[in-house]
């Protein structure tokens, strides 16, 4: 992933030096910067989308170095019907929205659903996929997880930056749960690997991303449900970006209604 974001900065700031796309260095004082989340315009061919490529099936760096996934197809997809190059910058999920707000990338698609504090920060689409969640375990561990109640009875762990985040803290307030037992990680892919080593019980993600670990590292999914109040994640744009989204609800719209949505569904997720 590192050597991928290099690559990246180095094209993203020669492109910024001829004033196609941003890279986040610091503009020239009197130019004038155009909103980042609305649509390129005919200067602007180039569409810098951030995500974060620790997240299989959804994002990741396949073995020859190139970013793959569900998000990865759909939004390379959503550039050809907007007719615009995408450039994925990869970053740390926490990181996302931050970018966003400084003109640093133009979009993000991260799985990432909205809440009350991302609306406040950004725009979001209209769903592209319908989450559920996993309880990822190890197969002869200790814990038994039945249903999600069984979770708080054990330590476990959710990716910082995540709805799973907000819903243990969640849990947290509400007393169900001390905050010594919820491990929190920057990477999903550290987290199932402690499952694995059993130093946490569980491991909370979203489910293809469960299977998908339990596969790669001999694990199981003990558990398929929906985290109360979730959302379904969107593309996210800058806080007002209104022309864009209604162009990106309607590509959506359409990639649902010629079956697209569905063909990277069966692609990626099937297991």
């Not at 190139?66 to 740390?92: C, H, S, T, W, Y």
């Not at 569905?262 to 099937?270: A, P, V």
Request: aromatic share 8%; net charge negative; charged share 30%.
């Amino acid at each position: 992933m590192k050597k991928s974001g290099k690559v990246l900065v180095y094209v993203l700031c020669f492109t910024l030096i001829l004033g196609i796309a941003g890279c986040g260095k610091t503009e020239q004082q009197g130019q004038d910067k155009p909103d980042a989340g609305e649509q390129p315009n005919e200067e602007k061919k180039v569409w810098v989308v951030g995500t974060s490529p620790d997240y299989p099936p959804f994002e990741f760096v396949d073995e020859q170095g190139n970013f793959a996934g569900f998000d990865m197809d759909l939004i390379q997809e959503v550039g050809k019907r907007l007719g615009v190059e995408v450039k994925i910058e990869p970053l740390e999920f926490e990181s996302l929205i931050a970018s966003l707000k400084q003109g640093k990338i133009d979009a993000i698609i991260a799985c990432m659903s909205p809440d009350e504090e991302r609306l406040k920060e950004a725009d979001f689409t209209k769903p592209y996929y319908k989450t559920k969640h996993g309880i990822l375990a190890k197969p002869d561990g200790k814990a038994e997880i039945k249903e999600l109640s069984d979770v708080l009875k054990y330590e476990f762990g959710v990716q910082t930056g995540t709805t799973m985040a907000t819903w243990a803290k969640g849990q947290i307030d509400a007393g169900a749960v001390n905050e010594s037992q919820v491990k929190y990680y920057t990477d999903a892919n550290a987290g199932a690997l402690d499952v694995k080593q059993g130093r946490l019980a569980a491991f909370v993600v979203d489910l293809p991303v469960a299977y998908e670990k339990a596969k790669e590292l001999e694990l199981e999914v003990a558990l398929e449900t929906v985290l109360e109040k979730d959302e379904d994640p969107g593309i996210v744009l800058q806080k007002g970006s209104t022309e864009m989204l209604e162009k990106l609800n309607k590509i959506i719209d359409e990639m649902m209604a010629d079956g697209t949505i569905e063909e990277l569904e069966n692609k990626w997720f099937k297991q």
